[in-house]
């Protein structure tokens, strides 16, 4: 395959017949600045939800942001740390260290750059709905559960992993709310839902909600001695401020990457999906089109390259992305600036973001779980089929109670189920009874007086199927046999409306034409579609039949059966 077909990065289209002029340099360069302060706050909470330092999450932003920028196949995709990944990364940490999140992230950026080279971009778009709201609401609850601690300042608590763990204790532990800690992360709270709704939408209230929580907290500490939670309390290494991150290299051995391929294919899953959605999304907005398949492999070398710099999952961030587009971005230039005004804010700002209170950054991702929760969409759900409810409640309550991967491999195994069972009840075989039998190709579309009435002679079974011959119609397949008669001689299989058979099928097939054959009768098909009858002769059964046998057409394949009839 040629690779420019596969991997074909926007960015490199920019410069070309002088697509990219001045205005829009500053256009990007506005936007980009704008996203990057927007980024801020994010990527410091996203780190520290993660269970992993806030400058982690800022080198995440910076790396990946820059990366995904220059070799994505979005316009505007603004990469990072998001939301989607606090659970699972929680989980992975907890479980196998920072060294095992950083084998199962660069797992995770080889299998991503193998679905963009084997071009399985679309086939994302074919996830069910009530997969993606069912896990998509579970880790925004997961997100606010974690997040209760801190907003009520229970420091000193020690708070087990699990949702219903998290509650117990919290219920436990309501001695120990700190009011006072509350007070400030209430304020914080609403003051982003204050600001989100009435003022400004170029800024966002979590930007807000920091400077405000900050400057609260250093007034009153300066002033009457309270003590809050900050940054800085939780990490005290970062008043020193930060030099750049060393490229390190784990040691990875087989038994590591046996037991994080799981972990490894759900950071994969996540990315893939959280990316393409957000990449759809920018371009309904701006009329552009993304390549899908560039992304992935944008987004597989992004979570290669990150780790190795401390950094942890990153995929494309569709906040982010739509504010970048609301302030006026017109290329992926405003990504890259977006990484710079971090990288600057990591290089000389870091001693600052320590007085940043825990209780703002829990308000700050509580909105963040609010914003991910789909409610809205999750009670629009529960009024669909039961299957797809089923679908959306397996996922959401496997998320909150057990973990992000066995949800999303639960709830893929479920939707494959239901859709092979809906798939077998579209599909049928029935046995055509009657004294004459219509000979046109399309029953449903001809005309009264196009139909031709063909003779059946005595002998002779006609058969239809109706739908894919696959695995899922087995058990079916086994009604011709059930129904065979002693003077049968010959059994047309009409197969006009098959538009697929795999190999199960060409089995059972093959099964019937031999017990058919020890019985003495003749097997003859009729209407196979050329895609249909490759298959047969890449599996030889067209020879076991004999070509003779296959027809295009019921026309001849009855008068051919006519003519056997008669002869015996």
Known sequence: MAINKVFNPQFFHLFKKGRYNKENLVS???????????????????GIASGVTPQQGLI???????????????????????????????????????TGLTIATIMAGIFLIIMGVCKMGAIFKFIPYPIIVGFTSGIALTIFSTQIKDFLGLTNVDVPSGFIPQWGCYLSNIGEINWLE???????????????????????????????????????????????ATIGSKFPGLSTGMALPEFSIPNINYETIRELVSPAFTIAMLCAIESLLAAMVADGVTGKQHHSNTELIAQGVANIVTPLFGGIPSTGALARTMASINNGAKSSVSGLVHSFALLLIFLFLMPYVIYIPLGCLAAILIIVAYNMSEWRSFKFLLRGERTDVAVLLLTFFLTVIVDLTVAIEFGILLAIIFFVRRTMQTSSIRVIEADTLAATEDDDMAQSDDIEHLDIHKGIEVYEINGPYFFGLASRSEEM????????????IRMRKVPFIDSTGVRNLGNLCRMAKQRGVQVILSGVRPEVLSTLERFGLDKEIGKENIFDNIVPALEYANKLADSN
Do not use: Q
């Open 28 to 46: 990007d360069l506005i936007a980009g600045v704008i996203v990057g302060i927007i980024a801020l706050p994010l990527a410091i909470a996203f």
């Open 60 to 98: 995440t932003a910076i790396v990946a942001g820059f990366i995904i920028a220059v070799l994505g196949g979005s316009r505007f995709l603004i990469g990072g740390p998001t939301g989607a990944f606090i659970v699972i990364i929680a989980g992975i940490i907890a479980k196998y260290g920072m």
């Open 182 to 228: 509350t007070a400030l992360s209430a304020l914080c709270l609403i003051s982003i839902i204050i600001w989100n709704r009435y003022m400004s939408k170029k800024i966002p209230g979590a930007v807000i909600a920091i400077i405000l929580g900050t400057a609260i907290s250093l007034i009153l500490t300066n002033t009457t001695g309270v003590e809050f």
């Open 481 to 492: 046999e059930n129904r065979h008669k002693n003077e049968t001689i010959c059994r047309i």
